[in-house]
């Protein structure tokens, strides 16, 4: 007879059993090769394997059943053997089939005695046998030899394989997977059919899961074998390659050579708003099992620091920062929004007894004590850490106030330039330490090569200048942050650094011969000019056919425009005196500036839509504001502001326009840069009509702003022709249309086919003006050369700081191998037989661990070039 195998591609043309000669009913889909067994073979074959699928064969096909309606019975406390204080037997079927019946297939038996068993394989309902000894352990206890975890201690009826319980903690660690989800899975895995008909035991799930991963914490850090109750943060490994004294370093034995840096904590801080934890229903049934014993905070003295710390609320001033001004935004239905912690910032590795609940988002006194406690977490002898933090700007204010007993912190401005941080790569596996060491001292001799090369184009005078520089802000970045403006570029003064210094130096001059308070009045005169011109060029976008929306908006900024300039004109009497008053407007009309002005340079689109005037947006000719001649010198006229007696005023203006003119050029140069770089990195390397699409909205949001920076320029430079600044307009050039592309040369200067490329002339002005030298590209060098000179540190720092955290690595693991070694030996003295061979065996893991470290260290010696 030919059957078809269910499932499966193969056919069976026998019936017979594959253990005895008799004909073969049950199929087992868990046995390699899926044999057929007769009722009295299989029950025997599988009296040690009772988690294994089988299926009967009904005449045409085969349905799922189970190992417990053909006889099987599980016997404890006899190896498997039935309790001779047991006396019921088990009603033996026949081989015609099973003495159970049921409408539905789902492979479970619904009977009172039997005991729920929940395997990877699914659910199963077992005849459990217990033990009837005198001696006997008690039920839970004989389900905990077997392997089984009771779901209830008192009279279990649920039991959890210890195999999926391992499995549930490892998928949920890996894949994320939920406790509901993996039931889920469970549930299918018994009856794809009918998974609703499959016994919920998903709570008796989440409260088995959270016990048993407290015992095998409790298991993995020895105190299975330690007769005492673990401390704060006990049940989590910390960093092996960090420093800890006792542990893996000896801070007594440190060499004198050593710098002080090198025995640094550093630590990376933030926190996690999606981690959020509703109030339980019922608070008095939640119980904390390893309450502070992990990686978060123990509760009550953390409610306790929360009930006495001071909320500071402070406002950012760092560009409206997220996280620090929605601090104080309560969810009033959550019981946690969010957690934050500190963790190693080098080896992300998370500091334990640290991780702290947020109740109002992101406050400066929930981390603050995490703060506390990883800086008190295995530090003694250690009185330097480096915190790296996405707000730091804003935290670290008031900071040694707030913590007090917190060691010396070294709050980051940038990576590069603090001396002991060092520069590495994401650390993988400790297979690789070689190609971390390796890798590191090839990129030290790189750097000292292109930093060797650097200082032969500089005098010796330079470079000692230099030197001196880069040494004194290291010594005071500490006590002035400020120091460290050595390392960005000292730019030209600006519109704002002009106006500053011209309202210093009205406080040394004379009256008669100065008009005070002209400079803030003259760079406001200014700044209306430039929303004349930005104003200009968003209604000649516009087209001839622009919405009721764009309509509005312009009205809006054209009367907000027309009070401004209405409020310089009142207060423009104060300074150009009783001539105002008879002098006829219509002259200035003469000036008036004109939307064709725009076209002059830097137009990027010649849409034939867009609007050449204003006249076809039905606005009446007197209510243009941004085309008014502004009651500036450079309009009225140098030879009239002699004549009034204000010709200070010129001269003031003058200064103001260069600063900004040096702002708008800063501004085209940083525009060009950043178009440069779009075009060889986004555009170029757009592979879908979507990111082309992209990208090319950006750099059209790029060729905006540029627009409007030249436009700006070229009104600075023709008031300039207006004032008679014949030197200035030496040094500022008319801007031609091809001096502004996005050249190459621009993003990277030393690119393949750069050589002979040449730069506008705005790129190599002397901004600052007092003398003939390029200052502008000697700051440039300068900036350079001392973050050349500080990425060369950075790595001849990170190549000891790598040499130094292999062997603490290896440190860390002979330490935790010896301390398993201790309790072995005394498991072995008080003739505990199985604590003895787990603490061997977990002493050989870890001593197969330091010797690995060693070996991949060792092998450094063998890469060319790294020096032993």
Known sequence: MTIYVSGSTRLRTTWTCSVCPKDGVYRCHSCMGEPLFCTHCCRTVHSHMPFHRISQWTGGFFKDTSLTKIGLEIHLGHQGKPCPEVTEEWYDTDDEGDCFTENLWVPLVNDPWMTTVVDMSGLHSLMIRFCRCADVLSPDMQLFETGLFPASFTSPKTAFTFAVLDDFLLDNLECGTSAMNYY??????????????????????????????????????????????????????????????????????KKAADPAWLYSRSLVMDGNFKAEHMFPVNATDEVALTDGLGFMVGDARYKMHLAEAKDVVNRSDCNNHRAVNQANASRHKLEATGIG??????????????????????????????????LGYNTDGINRALTFYDINCQYHKHLHQRVDESPYLD??????????????????????????????????RDSL????????????????????????????????????????????????????????????????????????WLASGITLEEVQVALLIDVKKLGKRPTGAQKLAVARRRDRLQGQI????????????????????????????????????????????????????????EFKPETVVILLPSNIGIERCAEWGVAD?????????????????????????????????????????????????????????????????????????HLGADDLLAKFRPLEKANLKATAVVADPNACG????????????????????????????????????????????????????MIWTVNFFIHKSQQWVGRMQEADANNKVGHCCYAARQARIYLR???????SFERTKGVPGVAE
């Open 849 to 855: 661990l330091s010797q690995q470290a060693q070996d």
């Open 649 to 721: 005023l010129v001269l003031q203006e003058i200064s103001l326009r260069e600063g900004q003119a040096n702002d708008a050029l800063h501004a085209i140069r940083i525009n060009l840069a950043d178009k440069a770089v779009l075009f060889r990195t986004t555009v170029r390397s757009a592979k879908s009509q979507a990111r082309s699409t992209r990208a090319w909205a950006q750099v059209h949001s790029v060729d905006r702003i540029l627009h409007l920076n030249v436009q700006t320029y070229s009104k600075c430079r023709k008031q300039l022709v």
């Open 341 to 374: 912690g500190c963790a190693c910032a080098r080896h992300g590795c998370f500091v334990p007894h640290l991780m702290v609940d947020f109740q109002k988002g992101k406050r400066q006194m929930n981390m603050d004590y995490a703060l506390c406690q990883a």
């Open 411 to 444: 709050l980051l401005w940038g990576m590069e330039i603090i001396p002991g941080i060092g520069l590495w790569h994401v650390h993988g596996h400790r297979d690789k330490c070689y190609v971390w060491y390796a890798s590191n001292f090839i990129t030290v």
């Open 184 to 253: 889920s899975k469970l549930r299918r895995i018994t009856s794809s059919v009918f998974p609703h008909l499959v016994p919920d035991r998903y709570r008796e799930l989440m409260r088995v899961g959270r016990q048993w991963r407290q015992l095998k914490q409790l298991k993995w850090h020895g105190f299975g074998h330690e007769k005492r109750q673990p401390k704060a943060g006990e049940l989590a490994l910390f960093c092996p390659a960090c420093p800890q004294p006792r542990v893996n370093v000896n801070l007594a034995e």
């Open 566 to 621: 209405d409020e310089f004109v009142r207060v423009a009497v104060t300074f150009l005196g009783d001539q105002l008053d008879g002098y006829d407007q219509l002259d200035l009309m003469t000036g008036m500036l004109d939307a064709a002005e725009l076209d002059s340079a830097g137009s990027s689109s010649d849409d034939p839509d867009r609007a050449d005037n204003n006249d076809r947006y039905d606005i009446p000719v």
């Open 449 to 520: 090569y292109a930093f060797d090369r650097l200082s032969e184009t500089a005098d010796d005078d330079t470079l000692v200048k230099w030197e001196a520089e880069a040494a004194a802000a290291q010594d005071d970045r500490l006590h002035n942050p400020s120091a460290m403006d050595i390392y960005e570029v000292q730019l030209t003064k600006g519109l704002k650094q002009q106006e500053l210094h011209l309202l210093k130096c009205q406080v040394r001059w004379p009256a008669s011969e100065i008009h005070h308070g002209a400079a803030m």
């Open 754 to 805: 750069q050589r002979n490329s040449t730069l506008a002339w705005f790129w190599s002005i002397d901004v600052q003006g007092d003398s003939t030298s390029n200052d502008w590209m000697d700051e440039f060098y300068r900036v350079h050369w001392l973050r050349t000179l500080a990425l060369h540190d950075r790595w001849a720092e990170e190549l000891l700081l790598v040499g130094h955290e």
